[in-house]
T-cell receptor
Framework: SQQGEEDPQALSIQEGENATMNCSYKTSINNLQWYRQNSGRGLVHLILIRSNEREKHSGRLRVTLDTSKKSSSLLITASRAADTASYFCATERNTGNQFYFGTGTSLTVIP | DAGVTQSPTHLIKTRGQQVTLRCSPKSGHDTVSWYQQALGQGPQFIFQYYEEEERQRGNFPDRFSGHQFPNYSSELNVNALLLGDSALYLC??????????FGEGSRLTVL
């Protein structure tokens, strides 16, 4: 079963705009990660945020985590056409790298 | 440094047949996890192998089994294939704690 739910399911923006996608989950977690997937290929790790962290940055990516609301957001600034992909959040409930993925947000960046 | 490699990339089987998928983890990684990703869905955790033992298992029937070899490579076996087993099967390797490194996947079609 899916642990997380991403919102929106699909997002279309112009190049240069910012893209924000959200993830909600159901149970307590150790950490939350965001992954990117290009057109049915393998997933690529983007960023990890631990349960005791509230915000994290990596290049054009900014992730926030609100454990009281069981939610996270991923912001991609100054988007590029190459950012077009599906984005998934994944939660780790206990140690051991067993991750639960959401249903994903499909992002399209129009040149 | 080779990343995670999976074989075969594509395969077609008929209902009732059996399939074996293979995965070589990233160099230095000792933990291998398998995920099933149906079309339009997020990856779902099948099981994880560490030190040649199945350490964790998701909600999949016994038709799904696996193995890890001393060199940390792994196999996923699915018996008595059903139409619903058609999916992208992803292998991910990791160290004990941290990000998952995914292969490009094996796309299985069951006719």
């Amino acid at each position: 079963s899916q642990q997380g739910e991403e919102d929106p399911q699909a997002l279309s923006i112009q190049e240069g705009e910012n893209a924000t996608m959200n993830c909600s989950y159901k149970t307590s977690i150790n950490n939350l990660q965001w992954y990117r997937q290009n057109s049915g290929r393998g997933l690529v790790h983007l960023i990890l945020i631990r349960s005791n962290e509230r915000e994290k940055h990596s290049g054009r990516l900014r992730v926030t985590l609100d454990t009281s609301k069981k939610s996270s957001s991923l912001l991609i600034t100054a988007s590029r056409a190459a950012d077009t992909a599906s984005y998934f959040c994944a939660t780790e409930r206990n140690t051991g790298n067993q991750f639960y993925f959401g249903t994903g947000t499909s992002l399209t960046v129009i040149p | 440094d080779a990343g995670v490699t999976q074989s075969p990339t594509h395969l077609i089987k008929t209902r009732g047949q059996q399939v074996t998928l293979r995965c070589s983890p990233k160099s230095g990684h000792d933990t291998v996890s398998w995920y099933q990703q149906a079309l339009g869905q997020g990856p779902q955790f099948i099981f994880q192998y560490y030190e040649e033992e199945e350490r964790q298992r998701g909600n999949f029937p016994d038709r799904f089994s696996g193995h890890q070899f001393p060199n940390y490579s792994s196999e996923l076996n699915v018996n008595a294939l059903l139409l619903g087993d058609s999916a992208l099967y992803l292998c991910a390797s990791s160290l004990v704690v941290g990000e998952l490194f995914f292969g490009e996947g094996s796309r299985l079609t069951v006719l």
